[in-house]
Structures are given as structure tokens and as C-alpha cells.
């Protein structure tokens, strides 16, 4: 499992690099700080069971940031619009 962390690491880089080279740099720094953080997992030789615990955390904290971004901030329309949420409460 942890070479799955270092498998997951190169992706965010790969992810990171394409994300510099098309000006999105907010978006490279993320995927840069989860390159950071698995290949920091990747080497830590943890059990198995402790793994699937964290990689299982990491996925319901990015859905959850996910849903609560695409629900409650993302503008979806015209400029006066800023959210799902915002047009539903209209």
C-alpha cells in the first residue's frame, strides 16, 4: 500500500506540472502540497489497515470540499450569480 502513496504522488506532480504550464498556479500549489503529503506517506512504512484509514479520510474530506464548493460558492450562471444555493434561496 504504500507504494500506492508513491503512485499517487507522482500523479498529483503530473497533475501540478500541467496545472503550471497552463497558468492555473493556485491549483499547482495544491496538487503540489499532495505531492508533498503522499510522498511523505509513501515512505513511512505504515501497516496496511492504517493506510486504508487515511486514504479513506483524505477522500471524505475531498468530497466533502468538493460538494460543499460546487453547492455553495462556484458562480453558475451570469456574473450575478454565485452559487446553487444563492439562486435556490431566490
Excluded: C, Q
Excluded at 503512485?7 to 506540472?17: H, K, P, Q, Y
Excluded at 500541467?18 to 491549483?27: K, S, V
Excluded at 506517506?41 to 505504515?46: K, P, S, V
Excluded at 492504517?50 to 486514504?55: E, H, N, R
Amino acid at each position: 500500500m504504500d507504494r500506492m502513496f508513491r503512485v499517487l504522488s507522482f500523479w498529483t506532480l503530473m497533475f501540478s506540472l500541467m496545472a503550471f504550464w497552463g497558468g492555473l498556479y493556485p491549483m499547482a500549489l495544491i496538487f503540489l502540497g499532495l505531492t508533498a503529503f503522499f510522498l511523505s506517506l509513501g515512505y513511512m512504512n505504515l501497516s496496511e489497515r492504517t493506510y486504508v484509514k487515511i486514504f479513506f479520510g483524505f477522500m471524505f474530506v475531498s468530497f466533502v470540499g468538493f460538494t460543499y464548493y460546487t453547492m455553495l460558492v462556484m458562480p453558475v450562471g451570469p456574473a450575478e450569480e454565485h452559487s446553487l444555493a444563492s439562486l435556490l434561496l431566490m
